[in-house]
């Protein structure tokens, strides 16, 4: 079992920057692959980014490369969403998630736990 606690959300204009955090508690953090995913209102659970658990490989939805940088620090047990030039279309509530299989990375389905989410808003 883990548990993800997001942190960072709020309230940004257009063109602006956040940084999310997730900080996990539980079984070993680096045996986890970590991803990044948001929902908005009326919306499905979207795919945002992935880091893997053994080489840190990334994955990004195209709508966010250039803009979002995914990154973990094991040794502190956290994974932080660097978001900037940030649109109101990135307006969502964003979720941590952790996959424990070697595949499926930006399938939500196929993530085994999930934080609380953090409310992100971008004003125009």
């Known amino acids: 079992q883990v548990q993800l606690v997001e942190s960072g959300g709020g309230l940004v204009q257009a063109g602006g920057s956040l940084k999310l955090s997730c900080a996990a508690s539980?079984?070993?953090?680096?045996?986890?692959?970590m991803g990044w995913f948001r929902q908005a209102p009326g919306k499905e659970r979207e795919f945002v980014a992935a880091?893997?658990?053994?080489?840190?490989?990334?994955y990004y939805v195209d709508s966010v490369k250039g803009r979002f940088t995914i990154s973990r620090d094991n040794s502190k047990r956290t994974v932080d969403l660097q978001m900037n030039s940030l649109n109101p279309e990135d307006t969502a509530v964003y979720y941590c998630?952790?996959?424990?299989?070697?595949?499926?990375?930006?399938?939500?389905?196929?993530?085994?736990?999930w934080g609380q989410g953090t409310q992100v808003t971008v004003s125009s």
């Open positions: 998630a952790a996959n424990t299989r070697s595949f499926g990375l930006q399938t939500p389905d196929l993530y085994d736990y």
């Open positions: 880091m893997s658990r053994i080489i840190g490989r990334t």
């Open positions: 539980g079984r070993t953090f680096s045996s986890y692959n």
